[in-house]
């Protein structure tokens, strides 16, 4: 069972910042890395993601807002969210799919809420 254990997540006040970050196992290598959120009442959907060498994708709710980077060495990700909005609230969960299995792994999530 491959862990995604994320971190950072909490309550800001909008127009503030958070940043998450999610740590995958030591022995483990992955392709794309990436962020998903869901708002209570919809669908999971994309935030960014980003690819072993560096390309980044981003949602167009948060372009100039949101940065995602990684740690290739500590297989970890990370997602910077700056200009925060209520809007913004949501659980959001770790992305990776597996650079041998191909297989999609999940993190828990967490949850993060943007107060007006």
């Known amino acids: 069972q491959v862990q995604l254990v994320e971190s950072g997540g909490g309550l800001v006040q909008a127009g503030g910042s958070v940043r998450l970050s999610c740590v995958g196992p030591?022995?483990?290598?992955?392709?794309?890395m990436g962020w998903y959120r869901q708002a209570p009442g919809k669908q999971r959907e994309l935030v960014a993601d980003?690819?072993?060498?560096?390309?980044?994708k981003y949602a167009d709710s948060v372009k100039g807002r949101f940065t995602i980077s990684r740690d290739n060495a500590k297989n970890t990700v990370y997602l910077q969210m700056n200009s925060l909005k209520p809007e913004d609230t949501a659980v959001y969960y770790c992305?990776?799919?597996?650079?041998?299995?191909?297989?999609?792994?999940w993190g828990q999530g967490t949850q993060v809420t943007v107060s007006s």
């Open positions: 030591s022995r483990r290598s992955f392709n794309a």
């Open positions: 992305h990776a799919v597996g650079a041998a299995s191909r297989n999609d792994y």
């Open positions: 980003i690819s072993s060498g560096g390309s980044t």
